[in-house]
T-cell receptor, first 113, second 115 residues
């Protein structure tokens, strides 16, 4: 597609439930990143995929967080047993290769009640 | 470890004023990338500029200009003759030079341009 697409744009969930967030990167972009942005704050790196290499999961805050990517296409970020502190905007970005021209999606606003 | 500091959390100016957004970074790498992004109220991050560490030439793009000073680890962003549409949160970010590394973001500066 023309840009990075994320769905849903908004998600309200009850504490303790699992959620899945989806990112559809720009076609041909081998690198894909997930970031989290809490209200009024900067972006925190979560995870990075590059082609078929093992992902860099160094930013995942706990084992409740996991992400997958199918080849060089769609990625899903899963948060299990959601907590209120997980409330944030989750942003996905892709690039042709890491270090060049990241394009961000509009994000998924997650609210845990 | 890498770190990006944007000391100004919020700036308010009147339209047509010039404004400079500060960015100071820390890295042990000798080669790296620096970025500025704009996040308007819609929430999407808009790429403004990427600068590599071995190119210290300042850059101008319309009303935007960037001053990269490696000696002081700063990459400041100036908007000349600000407009209401410039109102947004601006983020400075740093990435390792190796292909594929993640961005380290500053906390952002909220710019409000009043008519």
């Amino acid at each position: 597609g023309a840009g990075v697409s994320q769905s849903p744009s908004n998600k309200v969930t009850e504490k303790g439930k699992d959620v899945e967030l989806r990112c559809d990167p720009i076609s041909g972009h081998t690198a894909l990143y997930w970031y989290r942005q809490r209200l009024g704050q900067g972006l925190e790196f979560l995870i990075y995929f590059q082609g078929n290499s093992a992902p860099d999961k160094s930013g995942l805050p706990s084992d409740r967080f996991s992400a997958e990517r199918t080849g060089e296409s769609v990625s899903t970020l899963t948060i299990q047993r959601t907590q209120q502190e997980d409330s944030a905007v989750y942003l996905c970005a892709s690039s042709l290769q890491g270090g060049y021209g990241y394009t961000f999606g509009s994000g998924t606003r997650l609210t845990v009640v | 470890a890498q770190k990006v500091t944007q000391a100004q959390t919020e700036i308010s100016v009147v339209e047509k004023e010039d404004v400079t957004l500060d960015c100071v970074y820390e890295t042990r790498d000798t080669t790296y990338y620096l970025f500025w992004y704009k996040q308007p109220p819609s929430g999407e991050l808009v790429f403004l500029i990427r600068r590599n560490s071995f190119d210290e030439q300042n850059e101008i793009s319309g009303r935007y200009s960037w001053n990269f000073q490696k000696s002081t680890s700063s990459f400041n962003f100036t908007i000349t003759a600000s407009q209401v549409v410039d109102s947004a949160v601006y983020f400075c970010a740093l990435a390792k030079y190796n292909a594929g590394n993640m961005l380290t973001f500053g906390g952002g500066t909220r710019l409000m341009v009043k008519p």
